[in-house]
C-alpha cells in the first residue's frame, strides 16, 4: 500500500511538472506579468528561459519575419572618384515582431531597455551592406549599440557604424557631373521563406541636420528593392537606398576654370606687343604654355585612368591648345616679318623683271596691265613685311578672344543640359 502511494505521488510530479513546462513554454504574452519588476520580466524572458536565440522569431511558422529598416546619416566623410567609393557614419537601425518576447499585461513599463551583455541573448538578423568594402563598429567607450524590447514583441534594434562603400561614378561630365552613390542592406543567411526587409514608413533615410559635405549637395534619395535571386541558395531579400549627389562647382571654378581663362588671356598680350619684341614674345609663349600643362596635370592627377573623354579633359585640352596656337602665331608673324615683297611700291614702278630687257619690256607693256599692278600693289604689300605680321596681329586680336569666347558657350550649355 505505501509503495503504491508512492508510485501515485510520483506520478502526480511528474503530471506537476509536465504541466509547468506547458505553461512556461506558452507565449510569453499569456503569462501574468502585472505585479513583476523589471529585472523579474528579463529573467522570465531571457534568462530562465527556454527562449532560443539562434532561431528566427518565425521559423516554425509559415510566413517570413519583417525587418524595418532605417539609416540616420551622421556623416559622409569621403567621396572617392579614383578608387570609386564613399565612407559614412550611420546609425543603423532595425525594428521586428519576436512572439516569444511579450509581455502585454505589464503595466509598468512600455520598453524595457537591454544592456549589451543581455542582447546576445536575444536573435537578430544577419543583416550585412552587399556593397560593402570595409566596414567597424563603433566601441568607445562601450559598444555603440541600443536595444529596446516592447509589450507586443517588437524589437528596436539599433547600432553605430563606419562603412565604405563601394560607387561606380560616370565621370563624362566632370567637375560638372552628378552621381548616385547605393547602399544595399540584405541578408547574409535567411533567405525570403525567412526574412524579408522593408524600408520604414516615416523618414527611412534621416540626416544629421548640421551634415555638410565639401563638394556635393544631396540633391535626392530613392527607395528601391534589390532582391536577388541566386541559383544554388534562393532568393535574398534586399533594400537599397541611391544618394543622388551633386558635385559643387565652386571649388573647380576657383582652382581650374578661372585660373585657366587667365592664362589663356595672358597668352594674348603678345599680339599688342611690337613685332620686333622677339625675347618678350617668346618668354609669354612657352610660359604659359608650361603653366597650362603644369595645371591640366594637377587637375587630372586625382581622377581614375578612364578610357572616355571626360569635360576637364575637353577644356584643358582647349586651353593648351589656344595658348599653343597663339606661340604658333607669333612663330608665323617672325618668318611673315623677314619676307620681302617682290614689287617695288615706290612711285607706282612696275615689277621687277630678272634683267633689264625684262624691266624694259614690261615697262613698255600694255598700260592697262601697268595701271593695274600700280594699284594692287599697296594693297598685296600689306601681307608681306612687318607690315603684314602687323595686319595679322591685328586681326588675332579679334579672332582668338572670338573663338573662346563661341567655345565657352558650346561648353557650358553642352555639359550643363546635355545628358550623357
Known amino acids: 500500500m505505501k509503495r503504491a502511494r508512492s508510485v501515485w505521488e510520483m506520478m502526480a510530479e511528474t503530471t506537476m511538472l509536465l504541466m509547468l513546462v506547458f505553461l512556461h513554454l506558452c507565449s510569453a504574452g499569456k503569462r501574468d506579468f502585472t505585479q513583476l519588476s523589471r529585472q523579474e520580466v528579463l529573467d522570465i524572458l531571457l534568462v530562465n528561459s527556454t527562449y532560443n ?48 518576447l511579450q509581455f502585454i499585461n505589464h503595466s509598468r513599463t512600455e520598453w524595457l531597455e537591454l544592456d549589451t551583455r543581455l542582447m546576445k541573448k536575444v536573435w537578430v538578423p544577419d543583416t550585412f551592406f552587399r556593397n560593402e568594402k570595409k566596414g567597424a563598429f563603433h566601441d568607445v567607450t562601450v559598444p555603440n549599440r541600443l536595444m529596446h524590447l516592447y509589450r507586443n514583441g517588437t524589437i528596436y534594434y539599433s547600432m553605430r557604424l563606419s562603412v565604405t562603400l563601394s560607387c561606380h561614378m560616370g565621370l563624362q561630365k566632370y567637375p560638372l557631373d552628378s552621381q548616385k552613390c547605393p ?21 527611412p533615410i ?24 541566386y541559383k544554388e ?18 571649388f573647380y571654378l576657383i582652382q581650374v576654370y578661372i585660373p585657366s581663362v587667365l592664362i589663356v588671356i595672358l597668352s594674348w598680350v603678345s599680339f599688342w606687343l611690337n613685332v620686333e619684341a622677339i625675347p618678350a614674345r617668346i618668354s609669354l609663349g612657352v610660359l604659359t604654355v608650361l603653366t597650362m600643362t603644369t595645371q591640366s596635370t594637377g587637375a587630372r592627377s586625382s581622377l581614375p585612368r578612364v578610357s572616355y573623354v571626360k569635360a576637364i579633359d575637353v577644356w584643358m585640352s582647349t586651353c593648351l591648345f589656344f595658348v599653343f596656337a597663339s606661340l604658333l602665331e607669333f612663330a608665323y608673324i617672325n618668318v611673315l616679318a623677314r619676307r620681302r615683297f617682290p614689287y617695288d611700291c615706290l612711285g607706282g614702278t612696275s615689277l621687277r623683271g630678272n634683267n633689264a630687257e625684262e624691266g624694259q619690256a614690261l615697262h613698255a607693256g600694255n598700260a592697262g596691265v601697268a595701271k593695274d599692278s600700280v594699284v594692287s600693289a599697296p594693297l598685296a604689300s600689306r601681307l608681306y613685311g612687318k607690315s603684314g605680321a ?31
Not at 183 to 195: D, F, K, Q, R
Not at 209 to 225: C, R
Request: aromatic letters at 16%; proline letters at 3%.
Open 53 to 100: 536565440a539562434r532561431i528566427s522569431p518565425d521559423y516554425e511558422q509559415d510566413h517570413a519575419t519583417k525587418v524595418a529598416v532605417q539609416i540616420h546619416v551622421l556623416s559622409i566623410d569621403t567621396i572617392n572618384e579614383q578608387s570609386m567609393d564613399y565612407s559614412l557614419n550611420i546609425y543603423l537601425r532595425q525594428r521586428w515582431v519576436d512572439p516569444r
Open 183 to 203: 547602399i544595399l542592406i540584405a541578408s547574409y543567411g535567411y533567405t525570403m521563406e525567412n526574412i524579408v526587409y522593408g524600408w520604414i514608413s516615416q523618414n
Open 206 to 229: 534621416d540626416f544629421n541636420e548640421h551634415m555638410e559635405l565639401p563638394q556635393f549637395t544631396i540633391q535626392e534619395v530613392l527607395l528601391s528593392d534589390c532582391t536577388k535571386t
Open 233 to 250: 541558395t534562393g532568393s535574398f531579400s534586399c533594400v537599397q537606398a541611391d544618394f543622388l549627389l551633386q558635385r559643387d562647382i565652386g
Open 390 to 420: 602687323r595686319f595679322v596681329d591685328k586681326i588675332a586680336r579679334y579672332a582668338f578672344p572670338g573663338t573662346f569666347i563661341a567655345f565657352n558657350l558650346a561648353y557650358w550649355l553642352i555639359y550643363t543640359f546635355v545628358e550623357f
